[in-house]
DNA sequence: AAAGCAGGCAACCGCCATAAG
DNA sequence: GCTTATGGCGGTTGCCTGCTT
């Protein structure tokens, strides 16, 4: 039992819009504005089109100052960071990228950054089995204090965002406020920026209290959601990140979220001003997702107790993707090892990537 | 040249939240 | 407080176009 459609079905054109069509609404809106009521404003202009029709024309298409394509290297990284963090949000997504959509971003992310990523994924994995690193001696790794001697660790880096983005908010202020509370963002995530103080940025192993004391399936997990964000942005702009750390011993406290439950989103964000409230819970929450998710997929038994919300399946398809995308690396070289090893049931890839 | 295929994108569908009556 | 109408959103579909065989 649905609802009584918005209008009468037998009587809306459908499909695409002409341009006498286009140039109607555009003018009526432009000249009356939308008067509050979608549904009723077709009738009034004399157009046979639905209510929420007209609304998404004038929104994806009609509007003034709306983007088409081109999407740039920063918006990729923009668009990628916040996959991560929020999921498929669009519209918050578009929020942050003016003159954009979200069915725009919506279509992008579908059509061309996902397979982007999927297929750098693919060329690691590939790369990793070739050098057939075992899971044993990761294992290993993971166990020398998070560290391998000599490796300087080294927070990511996004490059500076550009120092004026479009400005389609009434005052300058506003529009720096937004930005600073991106780049808070994007800091959080795990990145630095090319203007931050080196010391502000260099958090080191034993400096993090998350690497203490925890069974080394958390360390993976989370090690995971770091080269997760890093290999979406270091391929999406490889030029102006610096080298990254492949390894799962690379440690930083950037993205290593507390999966303790007594730690909510109010204390993860503490003392970031400006840091919008609403992505704050969004990206504790879905980064708890992906944990979960995760947690699933190692099964519990290397989990911190209290991290399982007693849900380990992925419960929406779209964060199915996101798992995908965060299939790690240790696994990956373990699988690679499998393979080569005829009584261990390979990897199903459709399974992590879906159907082709 | 034509058929088949895949990718990209505009538009639709259906669900949920909320305002209005 | 309940019902209905509308707005908003994310997921999905299907058409169009360009490429390959």
Same mark, same amino acid.
């Given at each position: 039992?649905? $609802?009584?459609?918005?209008?009468?079905?037998?009587?809306?054109?459908?499909?695409?819009?002409?341009?006498?069509?286009?140039?109607?609404?555009?003018?009526?809106?432009?000249?009356?504005?939308?008067?509050?009521?979608?549904?009723?404003?077709?009738?009034?202009?004399?157009?046979?089109?639905?209510?929420?029709?007209?609304?998404?024309?004038?929104?994806?298409?009609?509007?003034? =100052?709306?983007?088409?394509?081109?999407?740039?290297?920063?918006?990729?990284?923009?668009?990628?960071?916040? +996959?991560?963090?929020?999921?498929? $949000?669009?519209?918050?997504?578009?929020?942050?990228?003016?003159?954009? *959509?979200?069915?725009?971003?919506? #279509? +992008?992310?579908?059509? $061309?950054?996902?397979?982007?990523? &999927?297929?750098?994924?693919?060329?690691?994995?590939?790369?990793?089995?070739?050098?057939?690193?075992?899971?044993?001696?990761?294992?290993?790794?993971?166990?020398?204090?998070?560290?391998?001697?000599?490796? &300087?660790?080294?927070?990511? +880096?996004?490059?500076?965002?550009?120092?004026?983005?479009?400005?389609?908010? *009434?005052?300058?202020?506003?529009?720096?406020?937004?930005?600073?509370?991106?780049?808070?963002?994007?800091?959080?995530?795990?990145?630095?920026?090319?203007?931050? !103080?080196?010391?502000?940025?260099?958090? *080191?192993?034993?400096? =993090?209290?998350?690497? /203490?004391?925890?069974?080394?399936? &958390?360390?993976?997990?989370?090690?995971?959601?770091?080269?997760?964000?890093?290999?979406?942005?270091?391929?999406?702009?490889?030029?102006?990140?610096?080298?990254?750390?492949?390894?799962?011993?690379?440690?930083?406290?950037?993205? !290593?979220?507390? &999966?303790?439950?007594?730690?909510?989103?109010?204390?993860? /964000?503490?003392?970031?001003?400006?840091?919008?409230?609403?992505?704050?819970?969004?990206? +504790?929450? #879905? =980064?708890?997702?992906?944990?979960?998710?995760?947690?699933?997929?190692?099964?519990?038994?290397?989990?911190?107790?209290?991290?399982?919300?007693?849900?380990?399946?992925?419960?929406?398809?779209?964060?199915?993707?996101?798992?995908?995308?965060?299939?790690?690396?240790?696994?990956?070289?373990?699988?690679?090892?499998?393979?080569?090893?005829?009584?261990?049931?390979?990897?199903?890839?459709?399974?992590? /990537?879906?159907? !082709?």
């Amino acid at each position: 039992m649905g $609802r009584a459609p918005c209008c009468d079905k037998a009587n809306v054109k459908k499909g695409p819009w002409s341009p006498e069509e286009d140039a109607k609404l555009k003018a009526h809106i432009e000249a009356n504005g939308t008067g509050g009521n979608w549904i009723a404003l077709p009738k009034k202009i004399g157009l046979k089109r639905c209510g929420k029709s007209c609304r998404l024309r004038w929104l994806n298409y009609l509007r003034p =100052n709306i983007k088409h394509g081109g999407f740039s290297e920063e918006e990729d990284n923009i668009i990628c960071s916040l +996959y991560i963090s929020i999921g498929s $949000r669009w519209s918050i997504i578009a929020a942050q990228l003016p003159g954009r *959509t979200d069915n725009d971003i919506k #279509n +992008y992310w579908n059509t $061309r950054l996902k397979k982007k990523l &999927v297929g750098k994924q693919r060329k690691e994995q590939q790369a990793r089995r070739a050098s057939c690193l075992t899971l044993k001696e990761e294992m290993k790794r993971e166990s020398e204090n998070y560290v391998i001697p000599g490796m &300087v660790s080294q927070p990511p +880096y996004w490059p500076q965002l550009p120092a004026v983005m479009p400005l389609t908010s *009434t005052s300058q202020d506003s529009h720096l406020k937004e930005q600073e509370s991106l780049r808070n963002l994007l800091i959080k995530l795990g990145g630095r920026f090319s203007d931050d !103080h080196p010391q502000s940025s260099a958090n *080191t192993t034993s400096n =993090n209290p998350m690497n /203490f004391g925890y069974p080394l399936g &958390v360390s993976f997990v989370q090690d995971q959601l770091y080269e997760n964000s890093m290999n979406m942005l270091s391929f999406l702009s490889a030029s102006s990140i610096s080298p990254i750390n492949s390894t799962c011993s690379q440690v930083t406290n950037s993205t !290593h979220f507390n &999966v303790n439950e007594a730690a909510g989103p109010n204390d993860m /964000f503490q003392g970031i001003d400006g840091f919008p409230a609403e992505l704050s819970e969004l990206i +504790y929450s #879905n =980064n708890k997702q992906i944990l979960d998710g995760l947690e699933g997929f190692y099964g519990t038994d290397n989990m911190v107790d209290g991290s399982s919300t007693g849900t380990s399946s992925v419960e929406s398809s779209s964060w199915g993707d996101i798992n995908s995308l965060c299939y790690p690396q240790i696994v990956s070289a373990f699988e690679a090892c499998q393979q080569s090893m005829p009584q261990v049931s390979t990897f199903d890839e459709s399974t992590y /990537f879906g159907p !082709h």
